[in-house]
């Protein structure tokens, strides 16, 4: 992307499979929806006449459809993680005269069960996700099976490498084009040792009679996050509290201590993470059984949540964005929040001291408390 791109040039991506309108979600119009690393792949394919004919096509990790929709054609199967980059992927379509249906996409954190001829992989931000994808694809591969990765050179490290390697088998990459690099790895079938080691777990440190597992994709996969810690020990207890949401809930840790000390409430689990929201519910399960009530949703926000419905939001708001980083989502999360709450009804949430959240907070309810603070987080509370 250069200085001197128009908004328009930001949204057209020409590639040799033809050119297509591709937006991210939550729209940027300063961002483009693609990298040169999508651009790479898809040349590739182009000159190695890849897929072909009836070829099952699986994507992984395509964030807004840059792939899917380049190869729409072969109707291929999208996994991601991610809702919004879903969400972001059946906007592209519509927005291109594809229906939605021309690409099949997940709906929980399994992958698909029939074998696939061609594997393209978008290479993920965290080695965890990596080594689950890969060793959950293994099923799905048989001997012609072609898996060619792609990612901006700086994510690939030779651990990156080997994790295909030992996984998948013999594995080669190519040079940089614009500080993008593919990774082409072949089957070996000889080589069906090992298993993920995902999801893992931990025991919660404030209560040891609660195990939390964690999927692959998750936030603060193998210890307590230090905010999070901060807001357990600063929870919110009471009898007003009946109906509370978990918003961003990763491995749901606030709404399962917020069930523990609240024993009458309700809860509701929200993450735009498929990995956050069946970690949340596994945990839940096993700390509740089914004597209590919950609800868990993979979606934006607190989209389709009804407006004064909750007495309590908490949230450790997400400030990192796959590899980008901004606060646009606490603040639409803080303005959800609020929506949702009843009168009277309480958002609770932690953060940096140096976010700046207190001003945000006070803007949008008039009035923000401090609940507590120490030398890196702060806990506030605002009131509908
Ligand atoms: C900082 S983590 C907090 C996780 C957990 N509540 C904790 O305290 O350990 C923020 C979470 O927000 C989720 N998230 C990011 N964007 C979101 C969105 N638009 N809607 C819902 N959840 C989102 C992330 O997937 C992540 O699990």
Redesign the pocket.
Known sequence: MTATQSDEQRIMLAVPQGEFVLRRNPHDPSLQAWDAADEFLLKHLDEAKIPQGKDRVLLLNDAYGALALALANYSPYSWSDSY?AQQGLRDNLLANAYPVEQVTTNATIDFPSVPVDCVLIKIPKTLAMLEYQLYALRKLLHHDTRIIAAGMARHIHSSTLELFETIIGPTTTTRAVKKSRLVLAQRDHSLNEGQSQYPESFELEVDRSYRIVNHAG???RDRL?A??RF?LENMAVGEQYQRIV??????G??GLIAAAMNPAATLLF????HM?VASATENFIAAFKSSRGAEFRV???LQGVDDESRDLVL????FH?QHSIGDA?AW??FKDARRALVSGGELRIVGNRHLGYHAKLKKLFGNCATVATNKKFVILNAIK
Not at 246 to 251: H, I, P, T, Y
Not at 270 to 273: I, R, T, W
Not at 315 to 318: F, R
């Open positions: 919004l998750l936030f603060s996050d905010g999070s807001l978990d918003l961003g809930c990763g491995n840790v606030l929200c993450d735009e993470s956050a979606g934006d926000g949230c450790n708001p997400p964005l989502i639409q999360m």
